[in-house]
Nanobody
């Protein structure tokens, strides 16, 4: 069982930057693949960025070159550094954790709101 707590959501102006954080507890963090998803009103939840236990990263096409995911295993944390934010980036951002090698369970945080508006 893994518990995830996101933080860092805020109201930012277009073109601004923001960093989201997610702290995990309950299991061996370094074994987990981690990800950031987002869900805007009326839309499906979508994968934004992911990072494996081996620190291999992947990004949705819409955020490539603007967002960066990282992890700090010593702090049981992942981060999403977002730059050049646009109104279309407004959504609730969720942290996820999984261990594909042992099953398909995905753990979720409660989400943090990011609003990009002038």
């Amino acid at each position: 069982q893994v518990q995830l707590v996101e933080s860092g959501g805020a109201l930012v102006q277009p073109g601004g930057s923001l960093t989201l954080s997610c702290v995990a507890s309950g299991d061996i963090f370094s074994l987990y693949a981690m990800g950031w998803y987002r869900q805007a009103p009326g839309k499906q939840r979508e994968l934004v960025a992911s990072i494996t236990s081996a620190r291999i990263t992947a990004y949705a096409e819409a955020v490539k070159g603007r967002f960066s995911i990282s992890r700090d295993n010593a702090k049981n944390s992942i981060f999403l550094h977002m730059t050049n934010l646009a109104p279309d980036d407004s959504a609730v951002y969720y942290c996820s954790a999984s261990r594909p090698s042992i099953g398909d369970t995905i753990y979720w945080g409660q989400g943090t709101q990011v609003t990009v508006s002038s």
